[in-house]
Structure formats: C-alpha cells, structure tokens
C-alpha cells in the first residue's frame, strides 16, 4: 500500500541554521511530490510540487527539495531559517496519476529558538 | 478569485445531532475530497469524488456520508456524530496535479 512516512515528530532549530525534514515515500510508480505548511491555526499552504524533471525543486519563501528516487525520498531543506518558519510541515504523494489521491505524512512540527 | 469555501469555519454541536458541512468550489474542477487532520496523524482521507454522482470511500469514511449532486458542491454529512469525530476537516479540489484546500472547519462534538 501506498505511504508516506516522515521521521521526525518534532524539530527544533536555531534561527539562522539550516534545516532539513525528511520524507520517505513507498509507491511502486513515479508519485508526484508535495510539501505543505501550516501555520498554527491556518490552513495549508503548498510549499512546492515535484511532478518530473530536475530533481531539485524551488519553492516559495526559500524553501527547496531534493527528489531521490533510489532513496524514495523527497527531503525538504532551507539554508537558514527564520522564526516564523516555526509550523508543521507535511510532506505528501499524489498517487494513481491524475485519477488518484493525495496520501499525507503525519508531519513534522519545527521550533525555532532564537 | 479561485478558491475552496467550507462553512462553517468552527462548530461546536453534541452527540448524536446531525450535521453538515458544506465545500464549494469555483474552478470547476471534478475531483473534491474531504480530510480529517488530527494531532499526531497527519491528514487522512475521508471521501473523494471523481466527478458528479461518482463518490468513493478513503481511510476512514466510517461515521461520514457525502454526496456530489452538482460539480461545485461536494458537502460532509454527519449523521450521527460522535466525540471521535472532532477534528479538524478540510475539503480540497483538484485539476490535474494542482490541488486546492479550503481554509478548515474545525468541528468539536461533545
């Protein structure tokens, strides 16, 4: 079956370092990639998609993810965080093409410390 | 503007009144679906539709009902409610691989 898996419940950072979030998937074909923010309180907010091409994607607010197929993996990084990057942030896999469905991971929530 | 409208934002109701929430959509698009966000279990599917009078059941319809008369309404009816069905909903629709989440209903049933 379908998942997605992301192994980190909880992070905290220092305002100014890097980040990274992981997230695991297991499809059997091509997924299409997302990550998605929220605020506390808010919505979602699409972050940014991976459908083909480079495997590295732009997003907004300096956000960027690596697509690694033979690692199943879609990690999401920041070269430096700020403090209101502090949210939880949920990677996700479109799964049976256009026809299919949005599978989420459970998410990771990021602290910032000043 | 194109967007997903849920109502209502928050709700508070008790055990065994039946209710509705409503999602609207003005793009269009054919695919809707309805998730529960929950602490610590990220978002999971309720419902979904493919298209008018095409509905089909997620990871955890049980306790939920929905209908798709028209494209752009695709409401989450709640028959009977109970205190395991607080959460936090929200309705998306979708065109291809570009999706749209409505801004959440946060219903508390006590």
């Known amino acids: 079956a379908q998942s997605v898996t992301q192994p980190d419940i909880h992070i905290t950072v220092s305002e100014g370092a890097s980040l990274e979030l992981r997230c695991n998937y297991s499809?059997?074909?091509?997924?299409?990639l997302f990550w998605y923010v929220q605020s506390p309180g808010q919505g979602l907010q699409l972050l940014l998609k991976y459908f083909s091409g480079d495997t590295l994607v732009q997003g907004i607010k300096g956000f960027e993810a690596e697509f690694k197929r033979s690692q199943s993996s879609f990690n999401l990084r920041k070269p430096s965080v700020h403090w209101s990057d502090a949210a939880e942030y949920f990677c996700a896999v479109g799964v049976g093409g256009s026809q299919g469905n949005l599978i989420f991971g459970k998410g990771t929530k990021l602290s910032v410390k000043p | 503007e194109a967007q997903v409208t849920q109502n209502p934002r928050y709700l508070i109701t008790v055990t065994g009144k039946k209710l509705t929430v409503t999602c609207s959509q003005n793009?269009?698009?054919?695919?809707m679906s309805w998730y529960r966000q929950d602490p610590g279990l990220g978002l999971r599917q309720i419902y979904y539709s493919m298209n008018v009078e095409v509905t089909d059941k997620g990871d955890v319809p049980e306790g939920y009902k929905v209908s798709r008369k028209e494209k752009r309404n695709f409401p989450l009816i709640l028959e009977s409610p109970s205190p395991n069905q607080t959460s936090l909903y929200f309705c998306?629709?979708?065109?291809?691989?570009?999706?749209?989440f409505g801004s959440g209903t946060r219903l508390t049933v006590v």
């Open positions: 499809y059997g074909a091509t997924p299409y």
């Open positions: 998306a629709s979708r065109r291809g691989e570009g999706y749209t």
């Open positions: 793009m269009n698009h054919e695919y």
